[in-house]
């Protein structure tokens, strides 16, 4: 199973400001996933990417949210502008294949807006 | 569409009885991927199981079970003599890639399963 971290695990912020959200895989992949979790509801995905674009983006990934790798190696996720509805969990997945994608989790970064 | 439902909201169970979390898909592709995964108190989410559309063999792990049924379009979870450990919220996903480039994952709400000493 691949391992991933995410940093920080916790994040505190005031509305309007910008956060970035980082994930640091500890091997190489190929296929990069945010979702996030609001409060005691479900999962819900944001965006994929792969070989440094996005793939696909959900209607929650407006113009506030951008993914990139600047490094090659972290993938992070920025958010510009908090809203206090943006307070959720936030995790990266990785993907080793396209086929038979086990999506592996990492352990979340808790955002919160105020 | 894809949707995942999982009816059953929060269960309770005594220590080492078996219980059974459900999970209910829908999809028009022919093929497609269910997952389960387990989330404990900690907050990360665990993989649990893949199954794959066109392979309909139960499957067995340990205390673990899976009884996936195309006909009612089921993924079911069963853990027999369940343990306090088994304390977590376990969801359960659709992946298809119908429209998706990259498979994205279809979550049900969760099943918030505690088990009691």
């Known amino acids: 199973e691949p391992e991933v971290t995410q940093t920080p695990s916790h994040q505190v912020t005031q509305m309007g400001q910008e956060v970035i959200l980082r994930c640091v895989p500890i091997s190489n992949h190929l296929y990069f996933y945010w979702y996030r979790q609001i409060l005691g509801q479900k999962v819900e995905f944001l965006v994929s990417?792969?070989?440094?674009?996005?793939?696909?983006k959900s209607e929650i990934f407006d113009d506030q949210f951008s993914v990139e790798r600047p490094d090659g190696s972290n993938f992070t996720l920025k958010i510009r502008s908090t809203k206090l509805e943006d307070s959720a969990m936030y995790f990266c997945?990785?993907?080793?294949?396209?086929?038979?994608?086990?999506?592996?989790f990492g352990p979340g970064t808790r955002l919160t807006v105020l | 569409a894809q949707k995942v439902t999982q009816a059953q909201t929060e269960i309770s169970v005594v220590e080492k009885e078996d219980v059974t979390l459900d999970c209910v898909y829908e999809t028009r592709d022919t093929t497609y991927y269910l997952f389960w995964y387990k989330q404990p108190p900690s907050g990360e989410l665990v993989f649990l199981i893949r199954r794959n559309s066109f392979d309909e063999q139960n499957e067995i792990s340990g205390r673990y079970s899976w009884n996936f049924q195309k006909s009612t379009s089921s993924f079911n979870f069963t853990i027999t003599a369940s343990q306090v450990v088994d304390s977590a919220v376990y969801f359960c996903a659709l992946r298809s890639d119908r429209g998706s480039t990259l498979g994205r994952l279809y979550f049900g709400r969760g099943t918030q399963l505690t088990v009691w000493p």
């Open positions: 990417f792969y070989n440094n674009e996005i793939s696909e």
């Open positions: 997945a990785l993907g080793t294949q396209r086929v038979y994608n086990e999506q592996f």
